[in-house]
Nanobody, 116 residues
Framework: QVQLVESGGGLVQPGGSLRLSCAAS????????MGWYRQAPGKERELVAT???????NLADSVKGRFTISRDNAKSWVYLQMNSLKSEDTAVYYC??????????WGQGTQVTVSS
């Protein structure tokens, strides 16, 4: 089992920045990839960014050039640096982790609101 706790959400003006953090605990040696998803009101949850244990990253087209995903393997943390935020980035952001048995774990989510 893996437990995930997100932090760093909040209210920010358009054009501003936020950094989300996700701390993993439990059977962390089994984690092969971590990432971030988001879900806006009335919409389905969508992939934002992923990063593998070896550091390979993948970002949704809508956030390329604005968001960066990184991880600290020693601390089992994953980060999402969000710059040039837009109103359409408003959503609940969820951290996820996948293990070597292909099980997927979720954090509780953190609200990001981009508004003036």
């Amino acid at each position: 089992q893996v437990q995930l706790v997100e932090s760093g959400g909040g209210l920010v003006q358009p054009g501003g920045s936020l950094r989300l953090s996700c701390a993993a605990s439990g059977f962390i040696s089994s984690i092969v990839a971590m990432g971030w998803y988001r879900q806006a009101p009335g919409k389905e949850r969508e992939l934002v960014a992923t990063i593998t244990r070896t550091g390979s990253t993948n970002l949704a087209d809508s956030v390329k050039g604005r968001f960066t995903i990184s991880r600290d393997n020693a601390k089992s943390w994953v980060y999402l640096q969000m710059n040039s935020l837009k109103s359409e980035d408003t959503a609940v952001y969820y951290c996820d982790a996948k293990d070597s048995w292909n099980a997927q774990y979720w954090g509780q989510g953190t609200q990001v609101t981009v508004s003036s």
